[in-house]
């Protein structure tokens, strides 16, 4: 007995969904199959996530709204266990927060997972984090509260203790076809020719021996996480059903980890290949039959050229957001250079694209900051990749002159003068090296600049997502040198546990915390209570004769908002000349928008048309 809902949203897209899985596979039999698990796991899908889906279904972007704001975060280090989390929603609500991305806690091996991305079971939570049951009553929680959950999927690859993994290790063929197992190094060695290292340093090369198989096997990322085969369609219906097994746990965001890597091919980089895009586009339309209050969040740490395409097309989209890495890290960039022209540069990018294409904006995540820039563009101004990066990662370790910042470097590669950085924001803004000085002048921009760079986040378009600890100016963990667990990786010193201590201190104003928090979150009411801020909102950056300040414009049915932010720690001017009458939204005062003079690493918003 089938369900007309079912049915119905399958005979709209049956004829795309069968031709692209045909096109793949050329395997009657297997999308038979395929289409059978959409059925059953709609048939398991609770009647209170159903009538979630009907809801959006109606309202299809929800997710844009200007009242979205985002926090990233591990469990273990916000709440303990899920239980925790639960716990602590109380103080998620009151900050504002109504999108929790919860960080990999699906069963790993400890000693082997890489932060939770080597997943040995998709149906089981990591056991000192609760269990499934726990994970589905915290997402309902949330429901209750207005808040939507996002989770990882790993997809790429699994750990090698996976069920899988073990039974090809054993020497089981069906399941060495789920992977990619050779008899010896030829082929590999083939790959090797024209596929990247991720980890040239920590796990060079793209294969590893397995010594139980005695054969090799496809190791893109660390040697405990082998990389799926999507060219088996077995793979593609059981990790699809994985998906939305999560789903069917009150999992709204399902997070594509390592999305370019998932389809390989002889003699390419295999990345981004085009039937990565099918692949996406298929598991767009099986989320649409089965849940179509699921979203997709693609990661592709690239480029934007490279990025954009996993929007898919607005008549066939694939991910409903993207991350905006290249944004993040010239910010990053600018605030070493004290120059804008780099990231006016990518914001006009950004801004050129549809107002449907979603990005996820960030200041900081639970990743290092990769120097993925636009080393050409750059090159016009005499920087030049190799030694701008090492000025990059000396700034923010506090070995230039002037800086106070503090990171550390991360998969650090003397011999290609490469290496990437790790830091919390308060820290990377030198509001941890003004404390250690007990410089108060420094102590004042650290935290001007933090603000700033808050603004300047809310001011795009795009959700916004805080890292969590963020918002109360959390500093670099330096304990994780003492754990053997952790001590080899540096992007431990921004994964420390969240401390309680300081978010007690949230709403005192005479402390660092309390002056990050209160800002914070006069800054989110604004953005919340003015339509100004809506994603279909039209945004430019404007001009200030001022390689400094960045100028951002957006303008929404009569009301217009001119946004600028100092990127120098010196006093500076934006040279603009607009007509209108302003208002300062900080202060609520009158400022006209002309030689508009800022703090050194100070912003404004002016505002003109009523406040609402």
Not at 93 to 114: A, C, Q, T, W
Not at 196 to 222: D, I, L, R
Not at 519 to 543: G, H, P, Q, S, Y
Request: one cysteine or more; aromatic letters at 12%.
């Amino acid at each position: 007995m089938t369900d007309p809902i079912f049915d119905s949203r399958l005979k709209a897209r049956e004829d795309e969904l069968r031709w692209l899985y045909m096109e793949m596979y050329q395997d009657a039999h297997a999308y038979e199959y395929f289409i059978s698990m959409l059925q059953r796991m709609y048939k398991e899908r609770r009647q209170e996530l159903k009538d979630i889906d009907a809801g959006r279904e109606v309202f299809p972007d929800w997710y844009r709204d200007k009242n979205t704001l985002g926090v990233l975060m591990y469990t273990q280090c916000f709440g303990g266990t899920l239980k925790g989390v639960k716990e602590h929603l109380d103080y998620l609500e009151e900050s504002g927060i109504n999108y929790v991305h919860l960080m990999p806690l699906l069963e790993s091996p400890k000693d082997r997972s890489d932060g939770g991305y080597a997943v040995a079971d998709f149906r089981k939570v990591q056991p000192e984090l609760g269990t499934m049951e726990d994970l589905a009553d915290l997402s309902d929680d949330c429901h209750r509260r207005g808040m939507s959950v996002c989770l990882d999927f790993v997809m790429n690859h699994t750990s090698e203790d996976h069920e899988w993994a073990k039974r090809a290790r054993a020497g089981e063929k069906e399941y060495q076809d789920r992977y990619f197992f050779f008899d010896d190094w030829a082929i590999p060695y083939q790959y090797e020719c024209t596929v990247p290292q991720v980890f040239p340093t920590t796990a060079p090369g793209n294969f590893s021996w397995c010594e139980e198989a005695k054969k090799v096997v496809m190791t893109t990322f660390y040697p405990y996480q082998w990389d799926l085969n999507y060219a088996n369609p077995t793979v593609f219906n059981d990790m699809t059903e994985n998906m939305l097994y999560l789903c069917n746990q009150g999992v709204d965001i399902i997070r594509l980890d390592a999305t370019p890597y998932i389809w390989k091919e002889l003699g390419t980089s295999c990345r981004n290949l085009p039937k990565v895009h099918t692949l996406v586009r298929m598991m767009r339309l099986a989320g649409e039959i089965v849940c179509p209050g699921m979203l997709l969040l693609g990661e592709v740490v690239m480029e934007p050229s490279k990025v954009v395409p996993y929007f898919g097309t607005v008549e066939k989209p694939e991910c409903h957001m993207l991350y905006n890495v290249t944004t993040m890290a010239s910010t990053w960039h600018t605030v070493a250079t004290h120059d804008v022209r780099l990231l006016r540069h990518q914001m006009d990018s950004v801004f050129a694209l549809p107002k449907v294409y979603t990005f996820l904006n960030y200041l900081r995540c639970h990743d290092d900051i990769g120097w993925g820039l636009d080393y050409p563009f750059l090159a016009r101004f005499g920087m030049q990749e190799v030694p701008h990066k090492k000025f990059l990662n000396d700034y923010f370790q506090g070995m230039f002159p002037g800086s106070i910042a503090r990171g550390e470097l991360y998969n650090n590669d003397p011999r290609l003068g490469d290496a990437r950085l790790c830091g919390t924001t308060a820290s990377l803004c030198g509001v941890e090296g003004a404390l250690q000085m007990q410089n108060q002048e420094a102590l004042e921009k650290a935290l001007r600049l933090d603000i700033t760079l808050h603004a300047f986040l809310l001011t795009q378009s795009g959700i916004p997502v805080l890292y969590s600890g963020d918002e109360v100016a959390q500093f670099n963990d330096w304990s994780y040198h003492q754990d053997p667990f952790k001590q080899e990786d540096s992007r431990y010193l921004h994964r420390g546990a969240f401390d309680w201590q300081k978010a007690a201190h949230r709403h005192d104003t005479g402390t660092v915390e309390g002056r990050i928090y209160e800002a914070l979150r006069k800054l989110e009411n604004i953005r919340f209570n003015t339509r100004v801020f809506d994603a279909d909102a039209d945004v430019w950056t404007m001009e200030p004769y001022n390689d400094c300040i960045l100028a951002i414009g957006r303008y929404y049915e009569g009301q217009k908002l001119v946004a600028l932010f100092n990127f120098s720690p010196d006093d500076q001017t934006a040279w603009l000349n607009e007509p209108e009458s302003y208002t300062d939204m900080m202060t609520g005062e009158a400022r006209p928008a002309n030689g508009v003079q800022l703090k050194g690493y100070d912003f404004c918003w002016l505002i003109t048309g009523d406040k609402g």
